[in-house]
Every structure is written in structure tokens, then in C-alpha cells.
């Protein structure tokens, strides 16, 4: 069975700093993009972050740039998205998921509907 497993989620302050992890299971990341997706109560599901295991290739959203970095393991079939500054707007379920990577834009993959995979989703809450 293909699954997406996300974890490392939790409470933190302002300014600290969490590291989410999505692992897969029954397929390897070989050719796919992994995205990294938040929703907030009240709000769309909101893309923040891709990684092509291809090539490397990485995507952040503006609001997150210079304070997340998103990390490919091939070899672990794994996906860490490392936050650092985090800030009460971080707060959201985090999910992550995978698309062959021929399917997505680069250049903007944050359409939900490209990916065909998801985990479960981890929460972050980021306290004032």
C-alpha cells in the first residue's frame, strides 16, 4: 500500500523551531516532487514548500522563505521540513505529499489537486 507518513509536529514559542518529517512506504521518491502543504482553521489549504527528488529542485512560499528549508533523503524515501523563527501565523495542520514530478510545475507547485498522495498531516501551533 502507498502511504505518506508526516510527523514532528507539535507546541513551540514564537521563534523556536520544529522539524517535520514524511516518509514513504510501498514506493520510493524516485521521480516524484514532495510538497509540503499547511491549512489553518477558517483557511485554504496553502502550499509551502516542494523538493523534486529528481534534481533537487526546491520551491518556498514567500512567507516561509528564509526560515524553512525543506531536505530530501532519496536514499531514506524521506522529507524534512526544518522551520526555524516560527511565528503564531505558522500555526496549521502540515501535511505533505508526492506527485510524479513530470506532473508538476516547479515553478509553482502548489496545486493541491496535482498531488495524488497525502499524509495524514501533523500539527504545529506556535504559541505568542
Sequence with gaps: EVQLQAS????????????LSCTASGFTFDDYAVGWFR???????????CVSMSD?????TDS???RFIIIKEKDKSAVYLQMYSLKPEDTAVYYCAAAPVRRINMMMP???GAYDTWGQGTQVTVSS
Design 8 to 19: 514532528g509536529g507539535g507546541l513551540v514559542q514564537t521563534g523556536g523551531s520544529l522539524r
Design 39 to 49: 491549512q489553518a482553521p477558517g483557511k485554504e489549504r496553502e502550499g509551502v514548500a
Design 56 to 60: 533537487g529542485t526546491t520551491y518556498y
Design 64 to 66: 516561509i522563505k528564509d
Design 110 to 112: 502548489t496545486t493541491a
